[in-house]
């Protein structure tokens, strides 16, 4: 008899610039944070109810019976490893996929469409970053589904129609806060804020707003007015007590600190010092226009 396919959300969860931790720390140190990042992958999946049903290399496949619970899994996965301490210098980073819709189980394993475009969606997000589905999206809770911003439609090979695709934004208030609550011993909060100013708009980073968007799209938090710029090109995170930029952009992000030469920053990270100024995609003396102004602000 022919099994009929049941509905479940898949995850793929995958370790960021594993080949480069190798090459940095050496393959035992490099094992050794790859083997803590596939842990926490698996904790975190069947602490929410899903079941692993692969490891592959550095990456995971679970299932879950619902949206809901495969995106509270990916918001934990990527609270536990953003609060892990950089090794050497190397900051552990995940990315995810998601998917939601009829799988079909032979054995321990899971196959069809589903299994395909999670496979894809976790092909296209960045570091430290949560891709879903369109189906998946649709499937979760309310107070999730609210936490998720459009970001494009895909075609996937196989599939006549495109795949609508979103970003799980679980980092940036007390809703998604709460997706990640699971996550044993939140940071203390630094006293210290960044102040970023572009234009006239002016943006607060600090306790209650943990992350700032810049680039060339409208949905940024900072709308970059300069065909250099990269639709999403850089974001600024608040980690811990400190304040870094990320970069995220074909041309490259251009940070001076006071006082400093100008420093070109591209597929990179940053931490943030006093105050100083961003250019996006081209250096500030070639087109002062759109240059941020940043200003870490620390009380007395």
């Known amino acids: 008899m022919e099994k009929k396919p049941v509905n479940l959300a898949v995850l793929f969860a995958d ?32 602490g929410c109810g899903g079941r692993v049903v692969q490891t592959i290399g550095d990456e995971v496949l679970c299932v879950f019976p619902t949206a809901s619970a495969a995106t509270q899994a990916a918001a934990e996965m990527q609270s536990r490893v953003e609060m892990q301490e950089p090794v050497s210098g190397q900051r552990l980073q995940i990315h995810i996929g998601l998917q939601f819709g009829p799988v079909l189980e032979e054995g321990q394993d899971v196959f069809g469409d589903c299994v395909n475009v999670a496979a894809r969606m976790v092909k296209m997000a960045k570091p430290s970053q949560i891709i879903a589905g369109g189906e998946c999206v649709e499937a979760l ?12 439609k895909l075609p996937v090979k196989g599939r006549e129609q495109e795949v609508d695709v979103y970003e799980v934004l679980w980092r940036q208030n007390e809703e998604l806060t709460y997706m990640a609550s699971r996550a044993p011993g939140p940071p203390k909060q630094p006293p210290a804020r960044l102040c970023l100013r572009h234009g006239g708009k002016e943006m607060i980073l600090g306790p209650g707003h943990e992350l700032i968007r810049l680039g060339r799209e409208n949905s940024c938090d900072i709308v970059i007015a300069d065909r250099k710029a990269s639709r999403e090109h850089a974001r600024i995170e608040r980690r811990r007590d400190k304040f870094v930029l990320v970069d995220v952009s074909s041309n490259g992000t251009f940070v001076t600190f006071h006082g400093q030469p100008e420093m070109a920053v591209k597929r990179e990270e940053v931490v943030l010092q006093g105050r100083g100024s961003i250019s996006f995609g081209h250096p500030y003396s070639d087109d002062p226009t759109e240059v941020a102004a940043f200003e870490i602000e620390t009380p007395a």
């Open 15 to 46: 370790i960021t610039g594993s080949t480069r931790l190798y090459e940095k720390l050496g393959n035992a140190r490099a094992l050794e944070c790859v083997g803590l990042c596939l842990n926490i992958m698996r904790e975190s999946a069947l």
């Open 141 to 152: 809770s309310k107070p999730m589904k609210d936490q998720t911003r459009a970001l494009d």
